[in-house]
């Protein structure tokens, strides 16, 4: 063989690490100035987001920023009117649920839908059961769906001692983790899960973010819907804030702290304002003193506009 053959082609390795940057850098889903409007009424307004696998995105809003509309746009449920969505690079609009999970995408909601009195196995293949058999003498595969429930669940951090259980002796948490699992082994490539923490206490709400890191770990793209940036900031890589209806930041970690992504959340200005409403029909009490201390600290380095 000559030396020319046995020479590396350095081209052609460049090209090859271009195109694998390239595939990185696709986003697993991607909405581009989407809006939606019902009649009259402007849900959503010039949203702009992306989705990356092994990444955590966390939309943030109060109640009535727009953020169920953006699980419906993205779930299937309902469809944009305005923008664009990107499917890994495809121009996408799903016409049911059904679309979206085929496309990879599974929603979490925050009632779980699940059936408290039924096993957790029976929960775990809800609608998508396994058989063995053939025709009128096919019957459900027990002991294959026990099996698998318990290996996913204790892959993704609960070992349960029986999967014959009913899926509401578990705590809110653990049946989270069911509900997560499923949809990693269903094939989930995008997990979207709907305030998993607004219900739990402090401990419980450290379980589901624990998840949340094992499902990023494995490579899932996960949208992380909550109002608790307290939440959202040790799991997330990406943040954007919606207040009604309209993206008002889109940050990366490096670029903004805790105390900015809550200030950004909460409207700096109204914060201020509201301390001096209650300073002007209280006073100066004890009470209102404190207030105000917990305002500044929410508001430190985050000056009125």
């Known amino acids: 063989m000559d030396e020319a053959s046995q020479a590396p082609h350095h081209g052609d390795a460049a090209g090859e690490a271009g195109a694998d940057t390239a595939v990185q850098a696709t986003a697993l889903v991607a909405l581009e100035g989407a809006g939606k409007r019902y009649g009259n009424i402007i849900a ?34 309902h469809q944009h009117s305005d923008g664009v969505m990107r499917i890994n690079g495809e121009e ?7 679309d979206a999970l085929g496309a990879g995408i599974a929603t979490v909601y925050q009632d779980l839908a699940v059936v408290p009195l039924m096993p957790v196995w029976r929960n775990f293949f809800l609608g998508s059961e396994l058989t063995v058999g053939w025709g009128p003498f096919a019957r459900l595969d027990v002991t294959a769906m026990k099996r698998i429930a318990k ?49 739990l206490g402090v401990k419980q709400s450290g379980v589901v973010l624990r998840y949340i890191m094992q499902a990023k770990n494995r490579g899932l793209g996960v949208v992380f819907i909550t109002h608790n940036p307290h ?27 805790i105390d900015d992504l809550t200030a950004q959340m909460a409207g700096g200005a109204e914060l201020q304002e509201l301390s001096h409403e209650l300073a002007q029909l209280g006073g100066h009490t004890a009470e209102m003193k404190q207030v105000e201390a917990d305002l500044e600290q929410t508001l430190r380095g985050r000056p009125a506009q």
């Open 92 to 98: 996408t609009v799903f016409d049911s649920p059904r």
């Open 44 to 77: 959503l307004r010039d949203v702009t987001m992306d989705v990356h696998a092994g990444q955590v995105t966390c939309v943030l809003g109060d109640n009535g920023a727009g953020k169920s509309t953006l699980i419906k746009i993205i779930a299937g449920l």
């Open 151 to 199: 290996e996913e669940l204790f892959e993704m951090g609960i070992d349960l001692r029986d999967v014959d259980q009913p899926i509401g002796t578990l705590s809110g948490g653990e049946r989270q983790c069911v509900a997560i699992a499923r949809a990693v082994y269903f094939g989930a490539k995008v997990l979207i899960l709907d305030e998993p923490t607004a219900a």
């Open 231 to 257: 939440h959202a900031f040790p799991v997330g890589d990406r943040f954007m804030v919606l207040k009604r209806g309209r993206s008002i930041g889109n940050h990366v970690k490096d670029e903004i702290s």
